[in-house]
Protein backbone atom coordinates (compact mmCIF):
# COMPACT_ATOMS: atom_id res chain seq x y z
CA UNK A 1 0.00 0.00 0.00
CA UNK A 2 1.43 3.15 -1.24
CA UNK A 3 0.30 6.51 1.31
CA UNK A 4 1.57 9.75 -0.79
CA UNK A 5 2.36 12.35 1.36
CA UNK A 6 0.65 15.91 0.61
CA UNK A 7 3.97 17.04 -1.22
CA UNK A 8 3.90 14.51 -3.58
CA UNK A 9 0.39 15.23 -4.36
CA UNK A 10 0.67 19.02 -4.72
CA UNK A 11 3.38 18.56 -7.03
CA UNK A 12 1.36 16.06 -9.28
CA UNK A 13 -1.38 18.99 -9.56
CA UNK A 14 0.53 22.24 -9.42
CA UNK A 15 1.69 22.75 -13.10
CA UNK A 16 4.31 25.41 -11.55
CA UNK A 17 6.93 22.81 -9.96
CA UNK A 18 9.47 21.84 -10.46
CA UNK A 19 8.59 18.09 -10.34
CA UNK A 20 5.08 18.40 -11.84
CA UNK A 21 6.06 16.06 -14.62
CA UNK A 22 7.52 13.51 -12.24
CA UNK A 23 4.98 12.86 -9.93
CA UNK A 24 2.28 13.40 -12.73
CA UNK A 25 3.15 10.80 -13.79
CA UNK A 26 3.32 8.96 -10.84
CA UNK A 27 0.33 9.42 -9.54
CA UNK A 28 -1.16 8.45 -12.68
CA UNK A 29 1.09 5.44 -12.66
CA UNK A 30 -0.37 3.96 -9.28
CA UNK A 31 -3.69 5.08 -9.51
CA UNK A 32 -3.87 2.91 -12.86
CA UNK A 33 -1.56 0.05 -11.33
CA UNK A 34 -3.43 -2.84 -8.77
CA UNK A 35 -1.94 -1.92 -5.71
CA UNK A 36 -3.60 -0.24 -3.37
CA UNK A 37 -3.07 3.80 -2.91
CA UNK A 38 -4.22 5.22 0.60
CA UNK A 39 -5.05 8.99 1.50
CA UNK A 40 -6.30 10.07 4.65
CA UNK A 41 -8.29 13.07 4.97
CA UNK A 42 -5.49 15.10 6.24
CA UNK A 43 -3.64 14.39 2.89
CA UNK A 44 -6.44 15.15 0.99
CA UNK A 45 -7.75 18.56 3.01
CA UNK A 46 -4.18 19.36 3.22
CA UNK A 47 -3.19 19.15 -0.42
CA UNK A 48 -6.79 21.27 -0.90
CA UNK A 49 -5.41 23.79 1.21
CA UNK A 50 -2.75 24.41 -0.64
CA UNK A 51 -3.75 24.22 -4.10
CA UNK A 52 -6.54 27.11 -3.30
CA UNK A 53 -4.10 29.41 -2.21
CA UNK A 54 -2.69 32.06 -4.81
CA UNK A 55 0.40 32.53 -1.93
CA UNK A 56 1.43 28.72 -2.21
CA UNK A 57 0.73 27.22 -5.69
CA UNK A 58 1.56 30.23 -8.96
CA UNK A 59 -2.10 28.85 -10.27
CA UNK A 60 -3.73 28.36 -7.71
CA UNK A 61 -7.32 26.20 -8.29
CA UNK A 62 -10.60 27.21 -7.55
CA UNK A 63 -12.10 25.78 -4.30
CA UNK A 64 -14.56 23.72 -6.70
CA UNK A 65 -11.51 22.24 -8.67
CA UNK A 66 -9.96 21.56 -5.85
CA UNK A 67 -13.33 19.32 -4.91
CA UNK A 68 -12.72 17.90 -8.16
CA UNK A 69 -9.32 16.68 -7.48
CA UNK A 70 -10.26 15.18 -4.12
CA UNK A 71 -13.08 13.30 -5.88
CA UNK A 72 -11.33 11.74 -8.63
CA UNK A 73 -8.18 10.41 -6.45
CA UNK A 74 -10.54 8.57 -4.16
CA UNK A 75 -12.92 7.66 -6.94
CA UNK A 76 -9.94 5.15 -8.21
CA UNK A 77 -10.46 1.46 -7.88
CA UNK A 78 -6.62 1.34 -6.39
CA UNK A 79 -7.79 4.30 -3.67
CA UNK A 80 -8.06 3.59 0.23
CA UNK A 81 -8.96 6.32 2.70
CA UNK A 82 -7.23 5.41 6.05
CA UNK A 83 -8.72 6.18 9.58
CA UNK A 84 -7.04 6.13 12.65
CA UNK A 85 -7.51 3.00 14.75
CA UNK A 86 -7.12 2.62 18.24
CA UNK A 87 -3.53 2.57 18.31
CA UNK A 88 -2.95 5.80 16.20
CA UNK A 89 -2.41 7.77 19.20
CA UNK A 90 0.01 5.45 20.63
CA UNK A 91 2.04 4.90 17.91
CA UNK A 92 1.84 9.13 17.20
CA UNK A 93 2.65 9.95 20.60
CA UNK A 94 5.48 7.22 20.64
CA UNK A 95 7.15 9.12 17.04
CA UNK A 96 6.57 11.91 18.53
CA UNK A 97 8.67 11.34 22.09
CA UNK A 98 11.53 9.40 19.92
CA UNK A 99 12.18 12.36 17.94
CA UNK A 100 11.23 15.50 19.88
CA UNK A 101 9.48 16.97 17.62
CA UNK A 102 6.87 19.43 17.33
CA UNK A 103 5.30 22.61 15.78
CA UNK A 104 4.45 21.67 11.89
CA UNK A 105 6.79 18.34 11.57
CA UNK A 106 3.77 17.01 14.13
CA UNK A 107 1.85 16.66 11.11
CA UNK A 108 4.79 14.55 9.41
CA UNK A 109 3.99 12.25 12.75
CA UNK A 110 0.23 11.83 12.27
CA UNK A 111 1.20 10.42 8.66
CA UNK A 112 3.77 8.43 9.75
CA UNK A 113 2.02 6.74 12.80
CA UNK A 114 -1.16 6.36 9.73
CA UNK A 115 1.18 4.42 7.82
CA UNK A 116 3.04 2.40 10.46
CA UNK A 117 -0.66 1.32 11.77
CA UNK A 118 -2.01 -0.08 8.66
CA UNK A 119 1.44 -1.23 6.99
CA UNK A 120 1.40 1.63 4.33
CA UNK A 121 4.45 2.72 2.64
CA UNK A 122 5.17 6.72 2.55
CA UNK A 123 5.61 7.69 -0.71
CA UNK A 124 7.18 11.74 0.14
CA UNK A 125 9.98 13.64 -1.39
CA UNK A 126 10.36 14.90 2.39
CA UNK A 127 13.32 13.25 4.21
CA UNK A 128 11.81 14.49 7.57
CA UNK A 129 10.09 11.11 8.02
CA UNK A 130 13.10 9.27 7.80
CA UNK A 131 13.02 10.01 11.58
CA UNK A 132 10.52 7.82 12.50
CA UNK A 133 11.51 4.72 13.36
CA UNK A 134 9.12 1.81 12.03
CA UNK A 135 8.01 4.37 8.48
CA UNK A 136 8.74 2.48 5.58
CA UNK A 137 9.87 5.24 2.85
CA UNK A 138 9.97 5.47 -1.09
CA UNK A 139 10.53 8.29 -2.84
CA UNK A 140 9.20 8.48 -6.45
CA UNK A 141 11.97 11.13 -7.60
CA UNK A 142 14.60 9.45 -6.49
CA UNK A 143 17.16 10.24 -3.83
Known amino acids: MLFPDINILVYAYDSASDDHEACSNWLESVLNGDDPVC ?17 MVKN ?8 QIGDDLMATPVSRILL ?3 Q ?10 ETGISGA ?14 GAT ?16 INPLGG
Open 88 to 97: HFNIFRQLVN
Open 39 to 55: FSWHTILGLMHILTTVR
Open 105 to 118: RLSDAHIAALAIEH
Open 84 to 86: PGD
Open 122 to 137: VVSKDRDFRAFDGVKL
Open 60 to 67: AFTAKEAM
